[in-house]
């Protein structure tokens, strides 16, 4: 039997920093909730993923009104979300087989290009894990006891999604006890001591997180 890639698609959060009543996944761009776009674009990359849709509980129930409400008819599982981000991959995993590889990719970041997604599953297939990252071209401090401290931004990356890993290994890194530390998949995997495929991200490969993230995505 085949075996299929897999999607999680994480959009478990409840986006405060927007501010409103709802969640940033569900607020409109260009006329359309963030989270379709999401799927939509992954969609468009191979109609033959699996993907898994993390929510929060109390908005799955709605999901299938606004699929039809705005023409969403993608296939896909939904999956109600955790505590932390790390539960809420850990429960999509538990509906998902061994084999072949699995991408996690945050909800709001619906401007993810195709040819970066391609990238991604292509350097897959021959590494356990990749991760897509961007240089910092802003100067940086760290703070101290006693104010700040300048950093060398050289030192330091931005991490993105998609991230992709050998369905396995993934499987295996979310069996262990959550950290604090556990910010995204690559940490909770690099514990485990697999390394890391760094690849090089986009820059318009946004995360809607604020009001002005999601007025740039508008214009991109």
């Known amino acids: 039997m085949e075996v299929r890639d897999k999607l999680i698609i994480t959009a478990g959060g ?35 993923l699996e993907i898994y849709v993390v929510l929060p509980p109390h908005y799955i129930d709605l999901w299938p009104k606004w699929a039809i409400q705005y023409d969403m008819n993608i296939p896909c599982t939904l999956v109600a979300g955790g505590f932390t981000r790390f539960h809420s991959v850990k429960n999509a995993l538990a509906h998902i087989w061994s084999g072949g590889v699995t991408a996690v990719h945050d909800g709001v970041r619906p401007l993810v290009s195709q040819a970066l997604i391609q990238t991604c599953f292509e350097l897959a297939r021959e590494h356990p894990a990749v991760v897509p990252v961007l240089e910092i071209t802003d ?21 993105q999604t998609p991230q992709v890993f050998w369905t396995d290994i993934l499987k295996k890194a979310y069996d ?3 950290i604090p530390d556990f910010t995204d998949d690559a940490s909770v995997v690099e514990k485990e001591g697999i390394p890391l495929l760094l690849t090089k991200g986009s820059a318009r490969n946004i995360k809607i997180t604020t009001p002005e993230d999601l007025a740039l995505a508008e214009v991109l």
Do not use: H, N, W
Request: aromatic share 12%.
């Open 14 to 48: 409840s986006g405060l920093r927007m501010g409103g009543d709802l969640p940033k996944q569900f607020l409109l761009l260009k006329g359309e909730p963030v989270i379709f776009r999401t799927l939509e674009t992954f969609y468009r990359f191979s109609s033959a």
């Open 139 to 159: 100067s940086m401090r760290r703070i101290t006891d006693q104010g700040s401290v300048s950093v060398d931004r050289t030192c330091f990356l931005k991490v």
């Open 176 to 178: 262990q006890t959550y």
